[in-house]
């Protein structure tokens, strides 16, 4: 028989949650409220000194299926980059799924592009995009952050990309 381990359950009543090997199973409702937290009170706010609260030191970023350490330096400089960018952004989070380890977040992000982005000069044009983001969180901090974003509808709203051949009407 495994051993169990009580958490005061929202509702008040005490829950027992299994242990194993000394580390306890954590709710997939805590790990999404981490990940949301981290989003309202440090994504949206620029707060990049509270990242130690979300972040692992051994964080990592995942972009086309390639994983790459950053670290809490890292997660700071891609923080303040995309603030730099978008000065007034706002993540809304739309719905979350959790599975063990893994929260996968659907957001709507809303910002003034105030900086130069993917090479293109400011244009001060308030955009909106959609975003999948994929986050691994073990021991209560964010170690892997992956995801996808629609940039077609922003890159075509500030002019940077343009329909080649229109159909009229």
């Known amino acids: 028989r495994g051993r169990t381990s009580a958490i005061r359950a929202p509702t008040g009543r005490r829950k027992c949650w299994p242990v194993q090997e000394?580390?306890?199973?954590?709710?997939?409702?805590?790990?999404?409220?981490l990940v949301r937290r981290y989003y309202e009170e440090v994504v949206n706010t620029g707060t990049v000194d509270r990242l130690v609260?979300?972040?692992?030191?051994?964080?990592?970023?995942?972009h086309n299926n390639i994983k790459q350490p950053i670290g809490l330096e890292g997660a700071n400089d891609h923080v303040l980059g995309v603030r730099k960018t978008y000065p007034d952004l706002h993540l809304t989070v739309e719905q979350q799924i959790a599975e063990g380890e893994w929260?996968?977040?659907r957001v709507t992000a809303?910002?003034?592009?105030?900086?130069v982005w993917l090479g293109?000069?400011?244009?001060g044009v308030k955009v909106e995009m959609?975003?999948?983001n994929i986050d691994r969180v073990v021991d209560g901090r964010i170690v892997e952050h992956g995801?996808?974003?629609n940039l077609l509808e922003p890159l075509l709203k500030i002019g940077a990309v343009r329909i080649a051949d229109p159909v009229d009407g």
């Open 147 to 149: 995801g996808a974003a």
């Open 110 to 115: 809303r910002g003034t592009h105030e900086c």
């Open 103 to 105: 929260v996968m977040t």
């Open 120 to 123: 293109m000069r400011p244009t």
């Open 22 to 33: 000394r580390n306890l199973i954590v709710p997939a409702a805590v790990n999404k409220l």
């Open 53 to 62: 609260e979300f972040i692992s030191p051994a964080y990592a970023e995942v």
């Open 130 to 132: 959609t975003a999948v």
